[in-house]
């Protein structure tokens, strides 16, 4: 089966996307009217569909069920190592910062349910929400990969993954459109619609339908695809620049856009796939997590150093900003993401 190292790389691209739009909009190149929409909230949509591709390629291809332990181990030692220091490290920025939080908001990130109890989702460390909903895919997977994937045709899950997604779609509309939420839930609208791990299901499940197109035909459709991915990257610019009205973006619309243009790379043997092989590529793509989970608190700490510079040239004080980032994921990659990846499945795997 051919590499699909490649996608590595785009994780990168990914997290780049989500600090831009988090902390760059206000910045030249990025505020310019025909930019500004490809720095919308679409990364974590792709991180989400990535992440059911890549389930796809690394379980589903040995045909047989899952053992749920040594599963969620797995999981558990590639995730959580590197968010459990980016937590503590949020827990002493908004300490130095002289920020309040509460313990009991401590205690739901530190279990991975923030998403789950509104208004917790963006406690302490807002990033991590979206390790809140991976936990939630990681723990389903199983199920799906056991008692799906396995026993259905290509066909019956293709039907199944479309229609939820459609549905997800419409439903996404109708819930920002109604007026009032019934029992009590119209306080936290917005989290319920933006942060709840159910609503973000659809583009894991888009992600793992590509991940079967990619298994069932890698061998027929590798070639030079270059061509084809240049067309799927301008449709999505296309996608992102019309910004369709109460279309949430944030939520999937874009999720088989994106499979499409995962499967693409991963099929592709052209230019694009040797530039993203590249040894500068794969290693930006491994420190993306670390840069990712990071973005949030180093903020907090880099305004609090710098705050003249902030005040006296934005864009200076988000390129030394940037360089910080790189820096502590660079650190935080070699320092306590792989040793601590390798030691717990080397002693308790």
Known sequence: MPSTSQLTFTRFLAAVVIVVFHFGTGIFPFNHALV????????????????????????????????????????????????????????????????????????????????????????????????SVEAFFYLSFPIINNYCLLRFSFKQVAIAVGAFWLFCQCLFVYLQLLPQWPFGMQTYRHDWLHYFPPMHFNQFLVGNLFGLVYLQRHSQWVRRLDAWLLAIIVCMTVVLEVAIPMVNYHNGFMAPLFGVFILLMSLNTGFITELCNKPWAIYLGEISFAMYILQIPLHYAWYKLTKPLYYQSASLFFATYVAALMLLSVVTFHGIEKPMRSFLKRHLG
């Open 36 to 131: 500004a929409p490809l720095f919308t909230n679409v990364g974590i949509s792709f991180f989400f569909v990535l992440s059911g591709f890549v389930m796809v390629i690394a379980y589903t291809k040995l045909g047989q069920p899952i053992v749920y332990k040594q599963y969620w181990f797995n999981r558990l030692a590639r995730i959580y190592p590197t968010y459990l220091f980016a937590l503590l490290g949020s827990c002493w920025v908004l300490w130095y910062c002289h920020i309040p939080y509460k313990i009991d908001a401590l205690g739901l990130n530190l279990a991975l349910l923030q998403s789950w109890i509104p208004p917790n989702a963006l406690t302490i460390n807002r990033a991590g929400w979206t390790l």
